[in-house]
């Protein structure tokens, strides 16, 4: 269990702290998107937070279209590193002989070789609009989050132990991932602009107006320890690995599987990656309770504070449901609905399906999943 201290520091941590704490914790990649308008804010809070709350570097990527596969990996290699054996030329050479790198186009920008052997992959990426990017850049972050290397035309480089790449998205209902990209992000966290950017606030002398002070550093308090350490994540990833289910509760995470796969209003089912992990998370957040939760269909907060619980309740099941499986879902069009097949009239079926949205599916899915039975 752990030490009450640990868990008051959890307790104090906004919703985008803990969403980045569970993605240390699980070693996954995520997904924070947020309005149009707040991006710009979005990027500079958790640049704070990779600094201020977990002491970790940070790189922060702009993509667009045109943005090239050198451009990405020089972006990223954007912290000065101390030569090491494992990034020795040798090393690389050895490596190469493993692994071909994805992608070898034949028209390359100019990317200085003194540059990306001194630099190395920071602890976490914020890939700017991720979904406005090329196919190869996608599948070149698809590469770095498995394999945790990127290489350039003269050395490889390997991402620390702490590493995380999250996609930073604006305007969710525009330009989604790649397919095998989008699976592959562990969660997907919405944050309200009404909920503010704390640390973001914490820079500017009237924290009233953030667009209309003059911002004083993008590192609140540089000589401060982290607020949470590596020493921190690696005792809630031991905790996590002793999570119990009793057998009521597994089946009802069991059924709410079954009826996503089965929704009418779910297009292409529910892939094995997200019911690992679906799984992977309810482990997690067994070692939270008390949760304070309303309903996302009034863009509320949901809140789980740390309290020492080895056990998993239906509360926590539903929780995590709504962080792996909001960026997965697909909405049927009507004329692909499964009840055409048998007859049913489109414009009935357009009325049934307008408006739903990926979330209110998982709210549906939850409430027919027999929660009340194991209340």
Same mark, same amino acid.
């Given at each position: 269990?752990?030490?009450?201290?640990?868990?008051?520091?959890?307790?104090?941590?906004?919703?985008?702290?803990?969403?980045?704490?569970?993605?240390?914790?699980?070693?996954?990649?995520?997904?924070?998107?947020?309005? $149009?308008?707040?991006?710009d804010?979005?990027?500079?809070?958790l640049?704070?937070?990779a600094?201020?709350? /977990?002491?970790? *570097?940070h790189?922060?990527?702009?993509?667009s279209? $045109?943005?090239?596969?050198?451009?990405?990996?020089? #972006? !990223?290699? *954007?912290? &000065?590193?101390?030569?090491?054996?494992?990034?020795?030329?040798? @090393?690389?050479?050895?490596?190469?002989?493993?692994?071909?790198?994805?992608?070898?186009?034949?028209?390359?920008?100019?990317?200085?070789?003194? /540059? =990306?052997?001194?630099?190395? !992959?920071? *602890?976490?990426?914020?890939?700017?609009?991720?979904?406005? #990017?090329?196919?190869?850049?996608q599948?070149?972050?698809?590469?770095?989050?498995?394999?945790?290397?990127?290489?350039? @035309?003269? =050395? +490889?480089? =390997?991402?620390?132990?702490q590493?995380?790449f999250?996609a930073?998205?604006?305007?969710?209902?525009?330009?989604?991932?790649?397919?095998?990209?989008?699976?592959?992000?562990f969660?997907?966290? /919405?944050?309200?602009? &009404?909920?503010?950017?704390?640390?973001?606030?914490?820079?500017?002398?009237?924290r009233?107006?953030?667009?209309?002070?003059?911002?004083?550093?993008?590192?609140?308090?540089?000589?401060?320890?982290? @607020?949470?350490?590596?020493?921190?994540?690696?005792?809630?990833?031991?905790? *996590?690995?002793?999570?119990?289910f009793?057998?009521?509760?597994?089946?009802?995470?069991?059924? +709410?599987?079954?009826f996503?796969?089965?929704?009418?209003?779910?297009?292409?089912?529910?892939?094995?990656? #997200?019911?690992?992990?679906?799984?992977?998370?309810?482990?997690? %957040?067994? !070692?939270?309770?008390?949760?304070?939760e309303?309903?996302?269909?009034?863009?509320?907060?949901?809140?789980?504070?740390?309290?020492?619980?080895?056990?998993?309740t239906?509360?926590?099941?539903?929780l995590?449901? @709504?962080?792996?499986?909001?960026?997965?879902?697909? %909405?049927?069009?009507? &004329?692909?609905?499964?009840?055409?097949?048998?007859g049913?009239d489109?414009?009935? %079926? &357009?009325?049934?399906?307008?408006?739903?949205?990926?979330?209110?599916?998982?709210?549906?899915?939850?409430?027919?999943s027999?929660?009340e039975?194991?209340?």
């Amino acid at each position: 269990m752990a030490d009450q201290n640990l868990l008051d520091k959890v307790h104090d941590l906004s919703d985008l702290e803990l969403a980045i704490l569970i993605c240390l914790v699980a070693q996954e990649h995520c997904i924070i998107d947020t309005d $149009q308008d707040s991006i710009d804010e979005l990027i500079q809070e958790l640049e704070l937070i990779a600094g201020n709350a /977990f002491g970790l *570097s940070h790189a922060t990527v702009d993509l667009s279209e $045109q943005t090239s596969l050198d451009d990405f990996a020089q #972006a !990223i290699l *954007s912290i &000065e590193d101390k030569p090491t054996r494992s990034n020795s030329p040798a @090393r690389a050479r050895q490596d190469s002989l493993l692994y071909t790198p994805p992608f070898q186009p034949t028209s390359r920008s100019p990317l200085s070789a003194s /540059f =990306s052997d001194s630099h190395a !992959i920071p *602890s976490i990426i914020l890939a700017k609009n991720l979904d406005q #990017a090329s196919k190869q850049i996608q599948i070149q972050a698809l590469e770095l989050m498995r394999i945790k290397r990127i290489y350039t @035309r003269t =050395s +490889m480089h =390997s991402a620390p132990k702490q590493f995380l790449f999250i996609a930073v998205l604006a305007d969710a209902n525009g330009p989604r991932l790649a397919k095998h990209l989008n699976d592959y992000m562990f969660i997907s966290h /919405f944050h309200n602009p &009404e909920d503010g950017f704390p640390n973001l606030e914490d820079l500017y002398d009237d924290r009233n107006s953030i667009s209309s002070v003059v911002k004083k550093s993008l590192t609140a308090h540089p000589n401060a320890p982290p @607020r949470i350490s590596a020493a921190d994540i690696d005792t809630l990833s031991k905790l *996590s690995e002793h999570a119990t289910f009793a057998v009521e509760v597994k089946q009802y995470q069991l059924n +709410m599987i079954c009826f996503l796969r089965l929704h009418r209003a779910v297009a292409s089912g529910i892939t094995a990656a #997200a019911t690992k992990h679906f799984d992977t998370l309810a482990k997690f %957040v067994t !070692i939270k309770s008390n949760i304070l939760e309303q309903s996302h269909l009034t863009d509320s907060r949901c809140l789980a504070p740390l309290h020492g619980l080895s056990y998993t309740t239906p509360s926590l099941i539903a929780l995590a449901a @709504r962080r792996i499986y909001r960026h997965r879902i697909n %909405v049927v069009t009507p &004329e692909n609905e499964r009840s055409m097949q048998w007859g049913s009239d489109i414009r009935a %079926v &357009e009325a049934v399906l307008q408006g739903i949205e990926p979330d209110d599916i998982i709210e549906d899915v939850i409430n027919k999943s027999g929660l009340e039975a194991l209340l």
